[in-house]
């Protein structure tokens, strides 16, 4: 028996917390957001007609860990080297300090959150949770664009019908006048 066609494709990775995930699909004429945590899911959709179009707000998280296991880090280094002055406990915790602050910083700089991103109709502004980084939202937009002017090209032929004839008797004035 042959296979349906798969109707979503994945748009961009998941990003979740504790208990939850966020997902965004793509389908061809929308967006599915999915945000999934241990007892509910919610389905969003946005249609590319409907898409008027994206916002990005810096985000603080990054910035934040970045300087704050930077500190953490120069701290536990220097009390490694300078504190016990030998295999003590000071050492010992200056490298346990600095070892910790140092994965946190790696975290901090590849994967801490630097945006947060907004796609917004005219009926409903949808923070997409799952684009995180700037270049996750310049690879979306780059990948949606396309699709969006297209269903919207083509939203656009479907309301420029020809209009039909006046009834007899009517006529259409192109005068202006001054009030």
């Known amino acids: 028996m ?51 179009g994206f916002f990005e707000r810096p985000s603080r998280e990054a910035e934040l860990v970045i300087w704050i296991s930077l500190g953490f880090f120069v701290a536990g280094l220097g009390l490694a080297v300078f504190g016990g002055g030998g295999a003590g406990v000071l050492d010992a915790v200056g490298w346990v300090v600095a070892i910790t602050s140092g994965v946190t910083l790696i975290y901090g700089v590849f994967f801490a959150r630097q945006c947060h991103f907004h796609a917004v109709s005219a009926v409903q502004c949808s923070e997409w949770a799952n684009v995180a980084r700037r270049r996750q939202a310049r690879k979306v937009i780059a ?16 309301l420029h019908t020809e209009m039909p004839p006046l009834p007899p008797g009517f006529a259409v004035s192109t005068e202006v006048t001054e009030a």
């Open 143 to 158: 990948r949606l664009e396309p699709l969006i002017r297209a269903a919207q090209a083509d939203a656009a032929t479907a």
């Open 2 to 52: 042959a296979r349906a066609p798969k109707i979503y494709r994945k748009l961009i990775g998941r990003r979740g917390g504790i208990g939850s995930l966020v997902t965004l699909w793509i389908a061809a004429d929308h967006v599915l957001l999915v945000e999934a945590n241990l007892f509910t899911e919610r389905y969003q959709r946005m249609w590319f007609q409907d898409i008027h």
